[in-house]
């Protein structure tokens, strides 16, 4: 099974800087998908990002990017200029297989935007 | 289309007793997932199913469990002779099979259970 890793239970970012949350993976897999869900106290998993292992640039989506490091078995999550309503529990997770077969999180990191 | 939608959102039941909770996926996509969510954790994996088959099914998804999805568009998630252990949010998500979706999931609010 592939074991999704977030060392960061809980960080606090001013508002409007950027943010890193970590993430990392363990397969042995050479076609896998990663993704990044956000939170939010209602409860409701909210899509952010997605990176294929093989694409080849680091995938991005308005304000978040995602910093794909295939050695090092990282897919850190990179929020730019932080607002208030970003304040939510965020999951990355794995397509482990490429075929959505079953999907691991890991158990989230708790980000706060400081007024 | 509303996205997937999930009943009910609360749900308070008495240890024993057995509980059924529907999940409506987003209308193009023939894949439909249960997870099982508890407080400080990350959604774990129950099953799924791909249009009326169910394909996958974890260990964590007793015999006390059962998932169908008759006609390959919503799905129930019952829980015979509910235990306090299964207290959690379960959460249900849709995706389309194939590359071009990448198997992105799309979840619905979720069902908050509670067993006194």
């Known amino acids: 099974a592939q074991k999704i890793t977030q060392t960061q239970p809980g960080m606090f970012v001013q508002e409007k800087e950027a943010v890193t949350l970590d993430c990392t993976y363990d397969?042995?897999?050479?076609?896998?998908?990663l993704f990044w869900y956000k939170q939010p106290s209602s409860g409701e998993m909210i899509f952010l990002i997605y990176q294929g292992s093989y694409d080849e640039q680091n995938a991005t989506e308005g304000r978040y990017s995602l910093n794909f490091q295939k050695a090092r078995k990282s897919a850190n999550l990179v929020i730019s200029a932080s607002q208030l309503g970003d304040s939510a529990m965020y999951f990355c997770?794995?397509?482990?297989?490429?075929?959505?077969?079953?999907?691991?999180f890991g158990t989230g990191t708790s980000l706060t935007v400081i007024p | 289309d509303t996205g997937v939608s999930q009943d009910p959102r609360h749900k308070i039941t008495k240890r024993g007793q057995n509980v059924t909770f529907r999940c409506d996926p987003i209308s193009e996509h023939n894949r439909l997932y249960w997870y099982r969510q508890t407080l400080g954790q990350g959604p774990e994996f129950l099953t799924y199913?791909?249009?009326?088959?169910?394909?996958?099914k974890s260990r964590l998804l007793s015999d006390r469990f059962s998932a169908e999805r008759p006609k390959g568009s919503f799905s129930t998630l019952e829980i015979q002779r509910t235990e306090q252990g299964d207290s959690a949010m379960y959460l249900c998500?849709?995706?389309?099979?194939?590359?071009?979706?990448?198997?992105?999931?799309?979840f619905g609010a979720g069902t908050r259970l509670s067993v006194l």
């Open positions: 998500a849709s995706t389309s099979s194939g590359r071009i979706a990448k198997n992105i999931q799309y």
């Open positions: 997770a794995s397509d482990p297989t490429f075929t959505g077969n079953q999907f691991y």
């Open positions: 199913f791909q249009n009326e088959a169910q394909l996958e």
């Open positions: 397969t042995s897999d050479q076609s896998y998908g």
